[in-house]
């Protein structure tokens, strides 16, 4: 069982009177209403009672989400995933972002699903994965208003059916001068975890941050990447017959003998025109 991460104290607050919030034993009491969060496993709800919902929801989604799940299998994935699938990050502009924080600041990764990026790192997901700290939408987080230091929202967008809202809650808990690292899909096939509303450009992601003083948008995985992963899903359409572990297989299969042709995105990725094609562009963003 895991421990209440003590930063969330900085920075939860009260959702009836936003008031500050004191960990009395292991619950959150407001210190205005009295409003008391239960925790459990280290994890607070914010999404009142309906946890019981969402394990149905999530064992219905099982299928699609494994790979965010702790099983051997989604280790294999993993592995599996960063060596012969598409997914090469040219630059690795993630960990640049990490290498600039600062031990004593409040990170906030949106989304999270059951990944832990640093130590004491605060993971808010709408599912309760056993790494996930806050339960709640991200669309309305439980945090006060500039308390946060770094938000880390990594695929997560294309997901959301209102991402300008989340943008909107993201400049809204981030204190001046804090910074965003945001991933989102260009030219990459449907994903739906539970569902994939957009894919985002260049011009989209400008948009979705113009409320920030800067919005710096990098390519993060190139047009290799994107036209590798069309291929293996076009060859699965085209000889799976309409059945889904198939499909997967030869999706994984059609990988095998082409997966180090990603690699030539190291010859593109310092040309502009690149982020046309993209399988998915970064932004670095300060508030
Ligand atoms: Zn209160």
Redesign the pocket.
Known sequence: MKDINPKLIRIL???????N?KLVESNFV??????VLSTQNGMVDFINGSSDKRQMELRHQKEEIFYFNTTIKARLYEIGRKIITCDYVVKDYFNEFLGRIKKDAIVVELGSGNKRCTEDIINVDIFPFPNVDVLSDIKKTPFGDNTVDYVIIDAVLEHVPEPQTVCKEIYRILKPGGMVFCVVPLIHQYHGYPKHYFNITEDGLLHLFNEFSTCEVKLYRGPTSAIISLIAEYLALAFSGNNNNLYMAIRGAVLIPIFWVKYLDKLWCHSKKSTRICNALCAIVTK
Do not use: P
């Not at 009260?14 to 008031?19: F, G, L, T």
């Open positions: 607050e009260c959702q009836s009177c936003n008031s919030l407001c210190v205005k209403c009295g409003a």
